[in-house]
């Protein structure tokens, strides 16, 4: 009995000496140098990739960047290790193994890695991972980042038991059919067993159901799904070659069943190949071009009241073959048991799902359903948009119209325009505000609610869009969100001089109208000096007004500018530049042009609501008034130019007084 104990007793001595723990401590200055790593400044990082491999007694440390830099950072003087969507880090041994692994979390939100091999599992800020391994890896595959304190890595001397970089202990047979391309899935006879001799990369994995796709050498994109018990992959993982399963048709989709030999992902691909299809105001192409199994994204559509099992509709109106508006529906499921918005049907909403067939129909298993933010006022004008839709700005109340309208602008100077941002262009350019009238219908109680408050906030306002071509005008749909702005000084307006500009005021557009007050057969017109150009006058919105003016009289009065018809336009067609995973193009139409016209008896069109007037006392105050010093022109892909473009062009017109006008026109 006591020789059996002395023997036991040296068998634990020899595996503690053989058994170790190496600590890597990324929360403490000393703890980053003794990793040779620097610590970094107050609100700065150092990116564990540049450092390179690190090694603390016989355990490396080596990191792969995700959606940012695997990095240690210093909040606030609390150094963390900061691992990103898709980033990783793993740990290895030259000889023997890896037992068992302890991370310690900084901040346990988004704490929620996965383990290439062996178990993992976390109990609050702790996660434990046992194996045999020479190398283990970690990585981040949801939201946000992973904020770690410290590891502590258990080795042995011992050989590794489960290696991802030893033979596979089960090796396929070599007679088994072999399949290059998940496009020639479809074609195998259902239960055919296959193994997969390329690499794919993972789109999107929930439960048992693993969504993959593959890339040709000219970036078209083959999709399939398995069904079967793997191991958990992050999005983007890039799944080795050698894989096996059986094809199999459920319900009108192929799947791949039995999967076997799903090895440790190689790496990572890059986050432009894992990005949702964009099948925005495409929604047909899913159902007639074999989108089944790939993931996509559909903006600003409309959903039908979701029922108790989950099931909804998407609703798209897009254009047909010969360029007509037609309704496109999908049916939608919830799968995934993702918590649903309440649904509202004067809202818009952006899926992001992966498509599906089950019973030989089309679906969509929503990830995310979010309320689509707003559309910038100034697209609506210059895209001529109509239709329901809520502004993304901010609003500043400018005064009561009348009918129950308010006039309302973003007092916008400068826009970034990204109306060809699918082109790859996109910048930053001077602006004129954009001025809309909000229609409280026969809502008096909401008409004198708007009319108190100074800014309204972003995405509050809603309803329809109507009158583009000439007055825009939103009919609201409910009662916006008062918000005050201290930084708010006055409007951005200008001033057209009758006798020298031509009038290039949108609809409902605040500004000053320079000229000579005169009554013609008894109506009102502000005229240009020789009487060449008559605009009506309009007094309703300040009737005492018009008793206050002398004709003959040159006046500068502060106005809104009305636009009695639609300008003539013109169509035109420009087809986005083709990214790998458009699969068609676009056919953009011009609105009616509200700026830029040759008529000579143009200014026929307008009418002039005077708000308030200032008599203009010397001729030589008229003169210096406005001239134009300066037209240039930019073209939609942002190129600048003294002559217009064959096209679209927006048109910077400036002027002696600093000021400029942006327009657009069609040549």
Same mark, same amino acid.
């Given at each position: 009995?006591?020789?059996?104990?002395?023997?036991?007793?040296?068998?634990?001595?020899?595996?503690?000496?053989?058994?170790?723990?190496?600590?890597?401590?990324?929360?403490?200055?000393?703890?980053?140098?003794?990793?040779?790593?620097?610590?970094?400044?107050?609100?700065?990082?150092?990116?564990?990739?540049?450092?390179?491999?690190?090694?603390?007694?016989?355990?490396?440390?080596?990191?792969?960047?995700?959606?940012?830099?695997?990095?240690?950072?210093?909040?606030?003087?609390?150094?963390?290790?900061?691992?990103?969507?898709?980033?990783?880090?793993?740990?290895?041994?030259?000889?023997?193994?890896?037992?068992?692994?302890?991370?310690?979390?900084?901040?346990?939100?988004?704490?929620?890695?996965?383990?290439?091999?062996?178990?993992?599992?976390?109990?609050?800020?702790?996660?434990?991972?046992?194996?045999?391994?020479?190398?283990?890896?970690?990585?981040?595959?949801?939201?946000?980042?992973?904020?770690?304190?410290?590891?502590?890595?258990?080795?042995?001397?011992?050989?590794?038991?489960?290696?991802?970089?030893?033979?596979?202990?089960?090796?396929?047979?070599?007679?088994?059919?072999?399949?290059?391309?998940?496009?020639?899935?479809?074609?195998?006879?259902?239960?055919?067993?296959?193994?997969?001799?390329?690499?794919?990369?993972?789109?999107?994995?929930?439960?048992?159901?693993?969504?993959?796709?593959?890339?040709?050498?000219?970036?078209?994109?083959?999709?399939?799904?398995?069904?079967?018990?793997?191991?958990?992959?992050?999005?983007?993982?890039?799944?080795?070659?050698?894989?096996?399963?059986?094809?199999?048709?459920?319900?009108?989709?192929?799947?791949?069943?039995?999967?076997?030999?799903?090895?440790?992902?190689?790496?990572?691909?890059?986050?432009?190949?894992?990005?949702? *299809?964009?099948?925005?105001?495409?929604?047909?192409?899913?159902?007639?071009?074999?989108?089944?199994?790939?993931?996509?994204?559909?903006?600003?559509?409309?959903?039908?009241?979701?029922?108790?099992?989950?099931? *909804?509709?998407?609703?798209?109106?897009?254009?047909?073959?010969?360029?007509?508006?037609?309704?496109?529906?999908?049916?939608?499921?919830?799968?995934?048991?993702?918590?649903?918005?309440?649904?509202?049907?004067?809202?818009?909403?952006?899926?992001?799902?992966?498509?599906?067939?089950?019973?030989?129909?089309?679906?969509?298993?929503?990830?995310?359903?979010?309320?689509?933010?707003?559309?910038?006022?100034?697209?609506?004008?210059?895209?001529?948009?109509?239709?329901?839709?809520?502004?993304?700005?901010?609003?500043?109340?400018?005064?009561?119209?009348?009918?129950?309208?308010?006039?309302?602008?973003?007092?916008?100077?400068?826009?970034?325009?990204?109306?060809?941002?699918?082109?790859?262009?996109?910048?930053?350019?001077?602006?004129?505000?954009?001025?809309?009238?909000?229609?409280?219908?026969?809502?008096?109680?909401?008409?004198?609610?708007?009319?108190?408050?100074?800014?309204?906030?972003?995405?509050?306002?809603?309803?329809?869009?109507?009158?583009?071509?000439?007055?825009?005008?939103?009919?609201?749909?409910?009662?916006?969100?008062?918000?005050?702005?201290?930084?708010?000084?006055?409007?951005?307006?200008?001033?057209?001089?009758?006798?020298?500009?031509?009038?290039?005021?949108?609809?409902?557009?605040?500004?000053?109208?320079?000229?000579?007050?005169?009554?013609?057969?008894?109506?009102?017109?502000?005229?240009?000096?020789?009487?060449?150009?008559?605009?009506?006058?309009?007094?309703?919105?300040?009737?005492?007004?018009?008793?206050?003016?002398?004709?003959?009289?040159?006046?500068?009065?502060?106005?809104?500018?009305?636009?009695?018809?639609?300008?003539?336009?013109?169509?035109?067609?420009?087809?986005?530049?083709?990214?790998?995973?458009?699969?068609?193009?676009?056919?953009?139409?011009?609105?009616?042009?509200?700026?830029?016209?040759?008529?000579?008896?143009?200014?026929?069109?307008?009418?002039?609501?005077?708000?308030?007037?200032?008599?203009?006392?010397?001729?030589?105050?008229?003169?210096?008034?406005?001239?134009?010093?300066?037209?240039?022109?930019?073209?939609?892909?942002?190129?600048?130019?003294?002559?217009?473009?064959?096209?679209?062009?927006?048109?910077?017109?400036?002027?002696?007084?600093?000021?400029?006008?942006?327009?657009?026109?069609?040549?």
């Amino acid at each position: 009995m006591r020789k059996f104990l002395f023997v036991v007793a040296v068998a634990l001595l020899a595996m503690a000496a053989w058994a170790g723990e190496v600590t890597f401590d990324f929360s403490s200055v000393a703890g980053l140098q003794a990793m040779g790593i620097t610590p970094p400044a107050q609100s700065n990082g150092v990116n564990l990739t540049d450092v390179g491999t690190i090694t603390v007694d016989g355990v490396s440390l080596t990191a792969m960047n995700g959606s940012t830099e695997t990095r240690v950072w210093n909040s606030q003087g609390t150094y963390t290790l900061r691992i990103y969507v898709g980033g990783s880090i793993t740990f290895a041994v030259e000889s023997g193994s890896i037992t068992d692994v302890v991370i310690n979390a900084a901040n346990t939100s988004y704490f929620d890695l996965l383990a290439n091999v062996g178990s993992y599992s976390v109990n609050g800020a702790v996660g434990t991972w046992s194996g045999s391994t020479s190398s283990v890896t970690f990585t981040h595959s949801t939201s946000k980042n992973a904020q770690i304190a410290s590891v502590v890595v258990t080795t042995s001397d011992e050989d590794p038991i489960d290696d991802p970089n030893g033979e596979d202990p089960n090796p396929v047979d070599p007679n088994i059919t072999k399949l290059d391309s998940l496009a020639n899935l479809e074609s195998l006879d259902d239960g055919t067993e296959f193994q997969f001799t390329n690499e794919a990369f993972v789109q999107y994995q929930w439960g048992n159901y693993l969504w993959l796709m593959q890339l040709d050498e000219d970036y078209y994109a083959y999709a399939a799904m398995v069904y079967g018990d793997v191991r958990q992959y992050p999005v983007g993982a890039v799944i080795p070659a050698g894989w096996t399963g059986k094809k199999t048709t459920y319900k009108g989709l192929v799947e791949i069943t039995e999967p076997t030999h799903f090895n440790a992902a190689a790496n990572i691909v890059d986050d432009m190949f894992t990005e949702p *299809f964009d099948m925005t105001g495409y929604v047909s192409y899913i159902m007639s071009d074999h989108y089944e199994n790939m993931r996509v994204i559909i903006n600003g559509i409309a959903l039908s009241e979701i029922d108790s099992q989950g099931n *909804f509709t998407i609703t798209s109106i897009e254009e047909d073959e010969y360029g007509n508006p037609t309704t496109v529906t999908l049916a939608g499921f919830n799968k995934f048991g993702i918590n649903y918005p309440t649904i509202d049907p004067t809202e818009k909403y952006n899926i992001d799902g992966m498509v599906t067939i089950y019973n030989n129909n089309y679906q969509l298993y929503p990830i995310t359903i979010e309320e689509a933010p707003g559309t910038r006022l100034w697209k609506v004008t210059y895209e001529g948009l109509e239709g329901n839709m809520k502004i993304a700005d901010s609003l500043y109340v400018v005064m009561p119209l009348t009918d129950n309208q308010i006039l309302v602008t973003d007092n916008a100077t400068e826009i970034l325009v990204d109306t060809y941002a699918e082109w790859g262009y996109t910048w930053y350019q001077d602006w004129y505000p954009t001025w809309i009238a909000l229609d409280c219908g026969d809502n008096t109680e909401l008409f004198n609610a708007i009319r108190q408050m100074q800014v309204l906030a972003p995405n509050t306002v809603k309803g329809e869009v109507v009158d583009v071509a000439t007055n825009p005008r939103l009919i609201l749909s409910s009662t916006p969100t008062g918000i005050t702005d201290p930084d708010f000084t006055n409007y951005q307006t200008y001033t057209y001089n009758l006798s020298y500009d031509k009038i290039q005021a949108l609809g409902n557009e605040l500004g000053v109208a320079h000229g000579r007050y005169k009554l013609i057969n008894g109506e009102p017109f502000l005229c240009s000096s020789e009487d060449t150009v008559k605009v009506r006058l309009d007094f309703s919105l300040n009737p005492e007004l018009q008793s206050q003016l002398a004709s003959g009289t040159r006046y500068e009065i502060m106005s809104v500018f009305k636009i009695n018809e639609p300008w003539e336009a013109e169509d035109y067609a420009a087809v986005p530049q083709r990214s790998f995973k458009a699969a068609v193009s676009k056919i953009m139409k011009a609105p009616a042009l509200k700026v830029h016209y040759s008529d000579s008896d143009y200014y026929t069109n307008y009418t002039i609501m005077p708000v308030s007037a200032e008599i203009v006392t010397s001729i030589d105050n008229v003169e210096s008034t406005k001239l134009v010093t300066k037209v240039t022109y930019v073209s939609t892909t942002g190129i600048v130019s003294d002559t217009p473009f064959n096209g679209v062009n927006i048109v910077i017109t400036e002027f002696n007084d600093g000021s400029r006008i942006v327009s657009k026109e069609v040549k």
